[in-house]
Each structure stands twice: as C-alpha cells, then as structure tokens.
C-alpha cells in the first residue's frame, strides 16, 4: 500500500496501480483514479508517454471514458501532447462503435470524461485502446467500479483562431471553430482522423458547408477558471484545500485513522497559522473534520461521511455549509467567472 503514483508504475496495469493506493484501500476508490489520471496526464507531455484510461459509466448508464487530460486543458486545446491524445481517443471510441453524433465531453473531478454512446466495452475494447497506441507509447483501460459514477458539467469549447498542434487544430484556426468540433464533425460524416490529415486543407469546403464555422463577430470566450489550488485566490481556502487533499492521500479517513490538529497549520507562515487554526475548527464545525481526543491531544480525521463535501472543496474550492462559506473572501473558483463585479467605492 502506497499514497503516491510512482514513475516504476507506468509498466503496470493502471487498475493494480489504482488498488494499491492508500485512497482505494481506505474506500475512496475515485480519489485513487484521480491520482492515476494525474500522473498518466503529466506523461502526456513527453515524446513518449503512458496513457491510462478508465472505463465506467455515467448516472444514465451510458459508457464512458475518463481521460488524463484536464477538462481546461481541452477546453484551451493545450497542451499539444494531451490535446493530441484526446483527438485519437475520439477516432477510438468511434471505433469501437460509439456514435460521434452523441459523444460529448464532461468534466469529472477536473479531467475529460468522454461520454460515447454506443461503444463497446470489456477485453476488445481495452485490446483496441492498446493498438491504438503502439510502442513504445503504451496505452491500457482499466475499469471503474460500479459504484463509481462518471460525468458532470459539459466542457465548453470555444470558438477561435489560434489553434495549434496539428492537422486538425490547423483547419479549426481556419474555420475558427474548436478542434473537437471539428473532429466530431469529421467522425460524423465518417472521416476517420487519420484519412484527414493525409489531406486537411481538401476537407475545407466540406467542413464550412456542414456548419462547422467558429462566430468571427468578436474575440473568443476566456478561458475557464482554473480550479487548481494553487490558483485559489482567497488563502485560507487555499490552505484548507492543500491540507484536506494532503490528509486524504495520507489515508486519514475515519477515526481510526486520525493525526495532530497541529498538522493543519503546517505549511502555513507564521503570521497565518491563527487562521489556518480559525480554518480547522470551521471545518470540524461543518463535519468534514471528525475530533478524537488523543492522550490529552487534539488529533483530527477526514469525516467518512462527508466525503463528497471533502471532494468539492478539495476539486472545485465548493462548500455547501454556509458557516464555512463566511471565512472565505472570494468567489469559489468555478464561480469566479460569473461572479458581479465588485460596487465602485
């Protein structure tokens, strides 16, 4: 049992990865996922790379694919490897029998779940996905859990025209469309990927007659905020969220496994440890933190129960608990984007 995705587990079949992590054998089976996802996702970025997908399905049954690229990275199109994996695991999937015309893409804790109606699942499909990718990249599919259930909010995909990173990106940039538009315009009209970049730019005229053009009346949308940690612009949420994540993925779920309530002020500078404090007790009073005293110690654990809360402040920098919600001066980050703007003084 570890609490960390290693570089010596890339050989390994992600499912046997995931099992192995502190998360999965505490009973967070999705936090161990994600852990992988992460790690698959920084390998997209090299010449050659590891690409771990999971297999599930989503609340309506249908099947899906969760992929190491982040939901913002395919909504910006970067970076190039991650983007290039995404557009072939569009081709695979169709492939496989899903039909382009209802695939979509959802955000499922920060990373791309494809929904793909109609695609074949089990030992052929995992055999396909490792074609796909010949050595020495290497691909494998590994199964969710039944009670895992995938998807979430569509990703946007904004029109625009500096798309770059391949055949497809370059004719997107031409039509101003996005290039997963483009792709899935492609796969519907039954051109595989890979006929199309023999010759994109012949494709031109068909694309802009099957509507596939971009809105050129103004700039494209910004971006989507970022949900990282790192990123969080109020700082006690920013601490909270480092720390749940850090005693998640330490196994401190339930009160047989609990640590010093002092272990939520490190990392904190000195003149922030009073409200990382304020922060801990705010959270013990929300239930996402459970109290088991200790000889004469105060040592806290993630509350088993709560974990979905855990999970949305942690992910998304959500809380439903308005107490919680008062210590923070700003927006979550997911509503940062639509929050009004501040009166003028």
């Not at 055999?127 to 039944?146: C, K, N």
């Not at 990927?193 to 005229?205: V, W």
């Not at 009160?255 to 490190?266: A, D, L, M, N």
Request: some cysteine; aromatic content about 4%.
């Amino acid at each position: 049992m570890t609490s960390t995705v290693t570089f010596g587990d890339l050989g390994r079949d992600p499912g046997d990865v995931a099992r192995g992590l502190v998360a999965w054998v505490r009973g967070d089976p999705a936090e161990a996922v994600v852990q992988t996802l992460a790690f698959s996702g920084r390998e997209l970025t090299n010449r050659r790379y590891t690409l771990w997908i999971w297999a599930g399905r989503t609340a309506a049954s249908e099947p899906a694919w969760v992929l190491p690229t982040t939901a913002a990275g395919a909504s910006a199109f970067v970076p190039r490897g991650p983007a290039t994996v995404l557009l072939q695991c569009l081709d695979t999937a169709v492939e496989l029998g899903a039909d382009p015309a209802l695939m979509r893409l959802e955000d499922w804790r920060g990373h791309v779940c494809l929904v793909a109606p109609g695609m074949i699942e089990g030992p052929l499909a995992a055999e396909v996905v490792a074609e796909d990718h010949p050595p020495p990249d290497r691909a494998a599919l590994a199964t969710l859990p039944a009670d895992v259930v995938v998807g979430g909010p569509p990703i946007p995909l904004p029109d625009g025209e500096g798309w770059r990173g391949g055949p497809v990106a370059e004719v997107a940039a031409e039509l101003g469309a996005h290039p997963v538009q483009v792709a899935l315009a492609l796969l519907v009209s039954k051109v595989r990927l890979a006929t199309f970049a023999d010759d994109p730019s012949s494709y031109l005229g068909q694309l802009r007659g099957w509507g596939v053009v971009g809105d050129r009346r103004g700039p494209p949308p910004p971006p989507p905020p970022s949900l990282e940690i790192a990123d969080d612009p109020d700082p006690r949420r920013r601490h909270a969220r480092t720390v749940l994540q850090r005693l998640l993925r330490m196994g401190k779920v339930g009160p047989g496994y609990h640590t010093e309530i002092s272990h939520f002020s490190r990392g904190a500078a000195v003149h922030e440890r009073h409200q990382a404090h304020e922060v801990a007790e705010a959270l013990l009073r929300a239930g996402l933190l459970g109290e088991k005293p200790s000889v004469g110690q105060r040592h806290i654990y993630l509350n088993v129960r709560a974990l979905p809360d855990i999970h949305a402040l942690i992910d998304r920098g959500e809380t439903r608990d308005p107490h919680l919600a008062a210590l923070w001066t700003a927006p979550a980050p997911g509503d940062a984007a639509t929050a009004p703007p501040a009166p003028s003084p």
